[in-house]
Nanobody, 122 residues
Framework: QLHLVESGGGLVQPGGSLRLSCAAS????????IGWFRQAAGKEREGVSC????????NYSDSVKGRFTASRDNAKNTVYLQMNSLKPEDTAVYYC???????????????WGQGTQVTVSS
């Protein structure tokens, strides 16, 4: 069975940091771009970042640029999202998803994780 598993979410105070992990099960991530998306309660899903298969190209939404950093370790079949200077508006369920090549169109992704909750609150 092919799927992604996110981990690393939790409750953090404003200004704090978290690192999310996205691990693949049943397939290798070597040839896949990984997108990170988030969905806050009552809002539509939005793209946060996308990292190309070799990590050579990474893009970020304006809302997280300069605070979030995506990276990957293909040897571990895992992709990461380092989130610094977190704000209450970053509160959401975060998902990773895989497809060939980055895209901002979430429906085009082939594999999705179950999501991990990130809550930023004092």
């Amino acid at each position: 069975q092919l799927h992604l598993v996110e981990s690393g979410g939790g409750l953090v105070q404003p200004g704090g940091s978290l690192r999310l992990s996205c691990a693949a099960s049943g397939f290798t991530l070597d040839y896949y771009a990984i997108g990170w998306f988030r969905q806050a309660a009552g809002k539509e899903r939005e793209g946060v970042s996308c990292i190309s298969s070799n990590g050579g190209s990474i893009n970020y939404s304006d809302s997280v640029k300069g605070r979030f950093t995506a990276s990957r370790d293909n040897a571990k079949n895992t992709v990461y999202l380092q989130m610094n200077s977190l704000k209450p508006e970053d509160t959401a369920v975060y998902y990773c998803a895989a497809r060939y090549g980055c895209s901002s169109w979430s429906a085009s992704y082939d594999y999705w994780g179950q999501g991990t909750q990130v809550t930023v609150s004092s």
